[in-house]
């Protein structure tokens, strides 16, 4: 059943590493003009070029991601980034946000009959799960078939029961603007190719971070088999691609891993964000683009893990995951063009930005000092407990076309 217990009330100040960002934040926005020094989303380092990072070291030093970032998932302080808002494509990642728009709108226990205009718009090479007409699915069936094989066949029934694609597509959309993921753009539900289709490092882990408040999509998500509706009384086995959840292609599994979603296309190349929880603490790490192909996008989380796990500990907040505005988030609106996608935001001063707060560098410290822009502390996740299994190997490079 669906987890209906409220979401406890989440502290309004900020927390100590929060603080500190935010007092060495200030100085910098006030002694600049406003022309040069906006303020963007999460902070004015999460637009600079290069490794963004105060109090520690150690990072990894082989990794070869476009962008990536390490983000405290309770305090949503950013221990560390690279290029966070550079706009790139999602692929699969982009399905996280589908959930965040849809997962409430059905019962888990919901049933539906699939038809042929349910699938009529699939994207040619999309990954399937093996959605078929004429079979009735649960709600909670396609959600796993979403989940852990990337089915935008589940995507488009989901969607066709939530209306339509185009009408999915807009309250992604609008879901993207409440959660302040500015640097999103969306143009399919499934994370498909599409040209104009982007997003960042930083709007992906605002994705996970909102989802995993969700009860339902920790459960999908952790999930490493489950049986699916073959027609009659018949099923089928399918597997969770993440291979830091199952330990497949000879990836170890990551002690302590939640999941959250990974993706493949031939535009995005290989992108993943996931979640793990150790000593009662739990991280966020969202790894795009990088250069090695296959199993290289889980090895760089895995390292940007337990660089957050041990070194991260006495990193300084650069940043942080700002709160949808359903839920207080201080109002944030763009004031500059957006950073093209593949291209780094530069850092303030440099010429172009990413994205603003209202009122330049001046309004930004009213805003700090007044504490709008305050970090709210969210509940802590722990991974619901999942079935075992083994994933099994799949074409190459697990090419999630979407």
């Known amino acids: 059943m669906r987890d209906s217990s409220p979401v406890p009330p989440r502290a309004a100040q900020l927390s100590r590493r929060a603080a ?3 007092a060495a934040a200030v100085p910098l926005a006030a002694a600049s003009p ?3 020094a906006t303020p963007v989303i999460g902070g004015e380092r ?11 070291s150690g990072l990894p ?3 070869t991601a476009r962008s990536w970032l390490v983000a405290d998932h309770e305090s949503g302080e950013v ?10 494509a999602p692929a699969s990642t982009l399905k996280m946000l589908f959930a965040d728009t849809v997962l409430k709108n059905f019962e888990r226990t919901e049933r539906h009959r699939v038809t042929d205009a349910d699938l009529a718009d699939i994207p040619s090479g999309s990954s399937m799960v093996g959605v078929k007409p004429g079979i009735t699915y649960t709600v909670e069936q396609l959600w796993l078939g979403v989940f852990l094989r990337s089915g935008n066949d589940a995507v488009h029934v989901l969607s066709h029961m939530n209306g339509g694609v185009a009408r999915t597509v807009a309250q ?8 302040q993921a500015l640097d999103t753009h969306v143009v399919s539900p499934d994370g498909f190719d599409h040209k104009g289709q982007v997003s960042s490092a930083y709007d992906l882990t605002l994705f996970a971070r909102h989802g995993l408040a969700d009860a339902d999509f920790r459960a999908y998500c952790h999930t490493k088999t489950a049986n699916f509706p073959a027609g009659g009384r018949k099923t089928f086995q399918i597997q969770n691609t993440d291979r830091l959840l199952t330990g497949a292609w000879g990836v170890p599994t990551y002690d302590g891993l939640i999941g959250v979603k990974n993706g493949y296309t031939s535009n995005a190349g290989n992108t993943f964000t996931g979640a793990a929880t150790r000593g009662g603490r ?8 990088p250069k090695s192909g296959g199993s290289g996008v889980y090895e760089e989380t895995a390292a940007l893990l337990d660089w957050g796990f041990k070194e991260g500990t006495k990193a300084q907040s650069v940043g942080a995951l700002v709160d949808p505005l359903s839920e207080g988030g201080a109002s944030v609106a763009p004031t500059r063009k957006a950073a093209a996608a593949g291209a780094p935001a530069t850092a ?4 172009s930005s990413s994205w603003g707060l209202v009122g330049g560098a001046g309004g930004a410290v009213a805003l700090l000092a007044g504490g709008a822009y305050a970090w709210r502390r969210r509940r802590r996740v722990v991974g619901d407990e999942a079935s075992e299994g083994r994933q099994e190997r799949q074409d190459g490079q697990d090419r999630h076309q979407g």
């Open 20 to 22: 500190l960002g935010l």
């Open 34 to 36: 406003a022309s040069a």
């Open 46 to 56: 999460l637009a600079r070029a290069g490794v963004q990072v105060r109090g520690a």
């Open 61 to 63: 030093k082989r990794l």
């Open 79 to 88: 221990l560390a980034s690279y290029h966070a808002h550079t706009h790139l």
């Open 172 to 179: 992604m959309q609008a879901k993207a603007q409440d959660l």
């Open 282 to 289: 739990t991280l966020l790490v969202t790894v795009m683009h």
């Open 348 to 351: 303030a001063g440099g010429g």
